[in-house]
Structures are given as C-alpha cells and as structure tokens.
C-alpha cells in the first residue's frame, strides 16, 4: 500500500458496514511489543498530545465499505482492498493488491485495529 504507508499494515476492523458509507475512526490507544513485553497506552487528556505527534496521519483513518472491497483513507490518500476470504466461516478478509494491508470485519462492534508488524504495535480505534 505504497500509497499510504511505507510499512506493512494489518488491519483489524471489527464493526458493522454499511455499503457506501464512510465512518471516521480516532484513536484509542496503541500497543506495542519491546523485548518480549507488551505496553499498553490508552488515548486520554495525558497521552492524546503524544500520541497525535506520534502517530500523526494515522491519529485518524477513514473507511469506506463497498460491495466487495474496502477503502481506507489517510490524509488525502486512499487505497482500496478486496475481499479475499472468510476467516472461521463468520469473518471477510480483505487486502491490498501488494498484500501490505489486510482488514478483517466483524459485525458485531465498532471498533477497528490497524497492526503494524514492522513495528510490532497495534493501533485501537473507535469508528462513526
């Protein structure tokens, strides 16, 4: 997804599309793995600053659902992903045609989590 990122991306969504509607999605927190021990920092007045510095495009993404693909948007850029298969019989997966972003749906939140292998950190968000 050169268009976007210069890193491998995984996306995990977690949420109930629907077709053609976009849905902005803030952060929540991050988690990322140094020397075999995870950390968790939650998005709160305490740690919002940093981690809009930080994360910056990708403090806040934007997503598309279409019949079938997704398109996700950073900044002014967007990359679309087509659906590839059904994980455990209940959850599609998607990915970008150089196979550096996958997102999973599931209906039944409205949560969505990008992983960032590369990096070993995940980014939570929250999705309207």
């Known amino acids: ?3 976007i990122f210069s890193l491998s991306i995984l996306v995990i969504f977690a949420f ?3 077709v053609n509607q976009t849905y902005t999605c803030e952060t929540l927190g991050l988690s990322f793995k140094e020397n075999n021990k995870t950390y968790n ?6 740690t919002k600053a940093q981690l809009q510095k ?3 495009a990708l403090y806040a993404v934007k997503i598309k659902p279409q019949d079938k693909s997704l398109v996700i948007y950073v900044d002014n850029k967007s990359d679309t992903l087509d659906f590839v298969k059904m994980v455990d019989n209940k959850v ?3 990915k970008t045609k150089a196979s ?3 997102i999973l749906t599931d209906p039944k939140s409205s949560q ?3 992983s960032i292998p590369a990096q070993k950190m995940i980014i939570y968000y929250q999705c309207k």
């Open 1 to 3: 997804m050169k268009k």
């Open 16 to 18: 109930a599309f629907n």
């Open 41 to 46: 920092i939650p998005n709160n007045e305490k």
């Open 54 to 56: 930080t994360l910056k």
């Open 92 to 94: 599609p997966l998607y």
């Open 100 to 102: 550096d972003l996958f």
């Open 112 to 114: 969505i989590g990008i």
